[in-house]
């Protein structure tokens, strides 16, 4: 059985930095493709970053150039970090793991002077 816990988020200021992670227990970890979404009350569940199996990344037009996705398949994590934020950054931000449908229960980033 996969889960996924996710820890990092908080409060920042704008143009501050957060790095999320997401802890996975279960096998195979280092097969599956990974991906953090956000939240942000009142809105659709919108991807962020993916990173795929062979460490290849994708990011949402509003997140590239300021996030940066990565993966330690040993030791079953995967990171966001976050740079330059802004106040439209603020959501929950959930790691999802799309090969089994498993997701995290989330943590709050807000970005707020």
């Known amino acids: 059985q996969v889960r996924l816990v996710e820890s990092g988020g908080g409060l920042v200021q704008p143009g501050g930095s957060l790095r999320l992670s997401c802890a996975a227990t279960g096998s195979f970890f280092g097969i599956y493709d990974m991906r953090w979404y956000r939240q942000a009350p009142g809105k659709q569940r919108d991807m962020v970053a993916e990173?795929?199996?062979?460490?290849?990344?994708n990011y949402a037009d509003s997140v590239k150039g300021r996030f940066t996705i990565s993966r330690d398949n040993r030791e079953k994590m995967v990171f966001l970090q976050m740079n330059n934020l802004v106040p439209e950054d603020t959501a929950v931000y959930y790691c999802?793991?799309?090969?089994?449908?498993?997701w995290g229960q989330g943590t709050q980033v807000t970005v707020s002077a």
């Open positions: 990173i795929t199996i062979g460490g290849n990344t």
């Open positions: 999802h793991q799309p090969r089994t449908g498993v």
